[in-house]
């Protein structure tokens, strides 16, 4: 054996009871497991992990490091949580399929999630050239983890008809299909959609059946931000799964929460819901993360027609008086589209980060403190930084129950996502933390979820959605993505007031076989690649 995992706790990522192993690699997979009592491995390196659990490495369902895989190299904001595959091209936008026209719409719509991109050079249009980008990675060595791709449906949209708020003519939908069936054919897994984003938030249920069919026909899985997580948030729930079952296509729910004051206590409504939906043989999974603000771009409080035409036409609205009066009406009076159908709470709207560091000092408090520091209405404050930021600000948005994120995350159909933004100067914990905040507080602290469980809605369970028949247990066979954490003291380190923290409690981390994390530490080892779909 290369390597000789000796003697540790494996829960092997199916919700099984765990078992004292020896664990042997090779060649970049799981070659051998000898339980206690039968004759031990040997290897040229062995790795005494006493006291340790081995559990699969961590997959991501809902990330946004599209562009930070391919800025940062060493990507400790993942790897050092134990996470070894990350799913990318989220909320339906994203950088590939695009033409320069739309590149550049997407790069200033989502700015606040990865940068302009003016630090990375977008040399691909197509998605098979983005996923050889992420092969290619860092001098040809790779990225550092793994890293499994949506065709973002807003940025279809684009590309096909740009950002009006208009059904699609016959041949913008074919264009579409197309887009969408081409870039499963070049591996990606699925759609993903932004429903309360521009300009994907203007499609009608039956342009996404059309679309989502197109998935269904290639075995991958639609994943949509759905169009309200507030007022409407139950309706939105239904809304996917009949156009799921619809198209006859599996269907994953991204950040599956429920918030604001109209939603507290509901979450066995939607469990309900999901129930029905399942017993009647839909195919449905859902992921969450393990804390109650959101985080989301301050741009995506606004009513969807101030969006219309793109970012341009956006900022355009917002210096015309008129238009701005009638944008604050929507969002404090009416509750806009953007803002989930409840009137916004400016002292719920915390501003994490800005993409010019002179509106620095806004960071960290809420519209509201901002402006009553200035002596203003909050909505002058909001305005005033969306046009001097063009746009880039992003926000946490403190809506969440706690009694719904544990109901959900109990679920049988649940998985894990962190939907971590990773700029800004002040972002969400969950960014840096939600992988060992599931293992820590909610599994070993409140248990919410037993140990077994909890690494089985992390691993096992969104590999069977990704339809990796070689990832996500441990298994002889798959691949040795793996991580050792101590179940005694592992923890999210990151905090609200100190989200870059990195955890505790996780000293080794493989991806195929090798180690991107020893003793806690970042190695300098490149052993991500793109996961392309499976085909059927």
């Known amino acids: 054996m290369d390597l000789v995992i000796r003697g540790a706790r494996v829960v092997d990522g199916t919700g099984g009871p765990s078992y004292r192993a020896d664990v042997g690699v090779s060649g970049g997979r799981i070659a051998a497991l000898r339980r206690v009592g039968e004759p031990p491995l040997r290897g040229r390196r062995v790795l005494d992990a006493h006291g ?23 990507h400790s904001a993942k790897a050092a949580q134990g996470v070894t595959l990350e799913v990318l091209g989220q909320d339906g936008l994203s950088y590939a399929p695009v033409d320069d026209r739309t590149l550049d719409g997407v790069r200033t719509a989502i700015t606040g999630w990865n940068g302009d991109g003016s630090d990375v050079d977008l040399d691909w249009r197509t998605v098979g050239e983005y996923l050889d980008r992420l092969d290619r990675g860092f001098g040809g060595q790779g990225i550092a983890v793994n890293a499994a791709y949506l065709i973002p449906q807003g940025t279809v949209r684009a ?115 999901l129930d029905a939906a399942l017993a009647e043989g839909a195919d449905i999974t859902l992921d969450t993360y393990p804390y109650t603000p959101g985080c989301t771009t301050l741009m995506a409080l606004l009513p969807s027609w101030a969006s219309e035409g793109g970012p341009e036409a956006t900022l355009a609205r917002l210096r015309d008086e008129a238009t701005a009066a009638r944008i604050r009406h929507d969002l404090e009076v009416l509750g806009s589209d953007g803002c989930h159908g409840v009137p916004v709470e400016w002292d719920t709207v915390e501003i994490s980060g800005v993409g010019d560091p002179a509106l620095a000092a806004y960071v960290g408090r809420s519209i509201q403190r901002s402006a009553d520091a200035r002596g203003e209405e909050p909505w002058t404050t909001a305005r005033r930084l969306l046009l001097a930021d063009r746009l880039a ?11 719904n994120v544990r109901a959900i995350m109990r679920h049988r159909a649940h998985t894990g996502g962190s939907d971590g933004i990773l700029r800004g100067a002040k972002p969400h914990p969950r960014a840096y933390g939600t992988f060992p905040h599931y293992l820590g507080r909610y599994a070993r602290e409140l248990g919410v979820l037993s140990l077994e469980e909890a690494v089985a809605h992390l691993t ?33 380190g990151a905090t609200f007031d100190a989200p870059r923290t990195g955890p505790t409690g996780i000293p080794y981390v493989l991806i195929d076989g090798r180690f991107v994390i020893t003793d806690g530490r970042r190695t300098d080892v490149l052993a991500g690649r793109a996961v392309r779909r499976t085909r059927r």
């Open 52 to 74: 340790l659990v081995l559990a699969p490495g961590f997959i991501d369902m809902h990330a946004h490091s599209d562009l930070a895989l391919l800025r940062d190299p060493d």
């Open 159 to 273: 590309y096909a008809m740009g950002w009006d708020d208009r059904p699609p003519t016959d041949a913008e939908l074919t264009r579409m299909r197309k887009l969408v069936a081409r870039g499963l054919e070049e591996g990606a897994v699925g759609l993903s959609s932004g429903l309360t984003y521009t300009p994907g938030m203007y499609a009608r249920d039956a342009e996404l059946t059309a679309l989502c069919r197109v998935v269904a026909a290639y075995g991958g899985y639609y994943c949509p931000h759905h169009r309200s997580y507030g007022a409407g948030a139950l309706r939105a729930y239904e809304e996917m799964i009949a156009v799921a079952r619809e198209a006859g296509c599996a269907l994953h729910l991204a950040h599956a929460t429920l918030n604001f004051r109209v939603n507290e206590g509901r979450a066995p409504e939607l469990l309900a819901l």
């Open 393 to 403: 600000p992003t926000i946490l948005q403190h809506v969440g129950h706690e009694e």
């Open 460 to 492: 096992g369970r969104p590999a069977a959605r990704l339809r990796l028949a070689d990832r996500g247990l441990v298994r002889e066979g798959h691949r040795a993505d793996l991580v050792l954490f101590d179940p005694d003291t592992v923890a999210a």
